[in-house]
């Protein structure tokens, strides 16, 4: 479960992040979503600790993402957005070298590797370097990357930007997979058509605070909008100034 509590991130005069809270729960699928710059990215580097707030806290199964920072990193898996690999090693080198880094025991690592590789369809590419990889491709090695520990909880920045019809639909096969596993899934996105075909619960943030947090069909009740871009664009006009 990922628990924020009234967080706030500035930098400098720029307020990013102005109070925000919510819960992702176990066995969900919550999307976070708001126009450019509302603060979705800010947020979700606060969870997967490359930055710390200002005030506010934040835990990954009840470790605090400041005070318990590796504890809370061994519990999640995160796709930032625009996620690099290392152009020079291969994607599967890429994959066992995270690996490592999460501390799985070295005799495991080649086969924790391999059943990533089976599971996200990558195989074909596995043993090549990934400099010149497709979106797609990046995409999916950085995934891998991602979840090669079996962490409780995974965080996706607009996983879907960028990929193919077919590498979208094998990504929400995954997304939906994880779900039925238990875990918590944590999602940006803008692509609505996403939102509402996965998500359980959604976060819409404008302005660095939370316009509306309720399921989807909540949210159009709540903004009196049948269509789901409808209602986001009316929960923004809740907050932003005009």
Request: glycine residues 8%.
């Amino acid at each position: 479960m990922i628990h924020v509590d009234n967080i706030h991130k500035s930098f400098g005069d720029v307020r990013a992040v102005r109070g925000v809270s919510f819960e992702a729960p176990d066995g969900k699928i919550t999307g976070l979503l708001g126009p450019n710059g509302a603060g979705k990215s800010t947020t979700l580097r606060v969870l997967y600790t490359v930055l710390k707030p200002d005030e506010g806290k934040a835990s990954i199964d009840g470790q605090d993402v400041v005070e318990q920072s590796l504890e809370a990193r061994r519990r999640t898996g995160a796709l930032p957005h625009g996620a690099g690999l290392y152009p020079h090693l291969t994607a599967r080198e890429n994959i066992a070298y995270y690996a490592t880094l999460c501390g799985l025991p070295r005799d495991t690592v080649d086969e924790k590797v391999d059943s990533i590789i089976d599971l996200l369809e990558i195989r074909e590419f596995a043993d090549r370097r990934t400099k010149g990889f497709s979106q797609g491709q990046r995409t999916k090695v950085a995934l891998a990357r991602s979840l090669v520990h079996d962490p409780q909880n995974v965080i996706l920045d607009e996983p879907s930007n960028g990929l193919d019809v077919m590498a979208t639909r094998s990504l929400r096969d995954l997304i939906l997979k994880l779900k039925d596993a238990g875990r918590c899934v944590l999602f940006s996105s803008h692509v609505m058509q996403e939102v509402a075909a996965l998500c359980d619960d959604i976060v819409i943030i404008a302005a660095g605070q939370v316009a509306i947090d309720d399921s989807a069909d909540g949210i159009r009740e709540r903004t009196g909008c049948d269509d789901l871009e409808d209602a986001f664009v009316e929960a923004i006009r809740m907050v932003e100034p005009e």
